[in-house]
């Protein structure tokens, strides 16, 4: 179960989730203007993908995706977010979510809520996908030597 508690369940949530109800969000916790430093601008990168193939289990690179990064400190608490493409205002919106939680902020129970609906979402799109391939399944057999 994922937990918006969690600082690293939040991170994947806060990616998941839709721009522009992040920027909502950080809409609402700016309004009472909290003291906000930003310690990284969000600005488009380029990240190397990293996957572990099934057979003998070995990292590699699998190639470069577009993210966008961000962290900010709000109120004295650090937030940190890290969108896919380039998306400078999600990124910064998604830092912002991130120290209002981290530090309790009265909207945190709001906050959480919705990622929490994020990730139910992402969960049954997940399902859903993998019904859907499922009966694509093929499965190997390993010949061996008979002697």
């Known amino acids: 179960m994922v937990d918006p ?9 806060v990616a998941a989730c839709e721009g522009a109800t992040l920027a909502r969000f950080a809409d609402d ?18 990240l190397m993908q990293r996957v572990v193939e099934p057979v003998e289990r070995r990292p ?22 890290m969108v896919p493409g380039k ?3 999600a990124a910064l ?3 912002i979510v991130d120290a209002a939680v981290a530090g309790g902020h009265p909207l945190t129970e709001d906050i959480v809520a919705e990622l929490r609906r994020v990730a139910d ?25 008979e002697e």
Not at 125 to 140: C, G, I, L, M, N
């Open 5 to 13: 508690h969690d600082r690293s369940d939040r991170f994947e949530l």
């Open 29 to 46: 916790v700016l309004e009472d203007d909290p003291p906000l430093s930003v310690r990284q601008d969000p600005k488009p990168q380029l």
């Open 60 to 81: 590699f690179n699998l190639g470069e995706v577009v993210v966008t990064p961000a962290e900010v400190t709000l109120d004295g608490h650090r937030g940190f977010a």
């Open 87 to 89: 998306a400078e205002r």
């Open 93 to 95: 919106s998604g830092a």
């Open 121 to 145: 979402r992402h969960e049954r799109e997940r399902a859903r996908a993998w019904a859907e391939s499922k009966h694509t399944t093929v499965d190997f057999e390993t010949m061996e030597d």
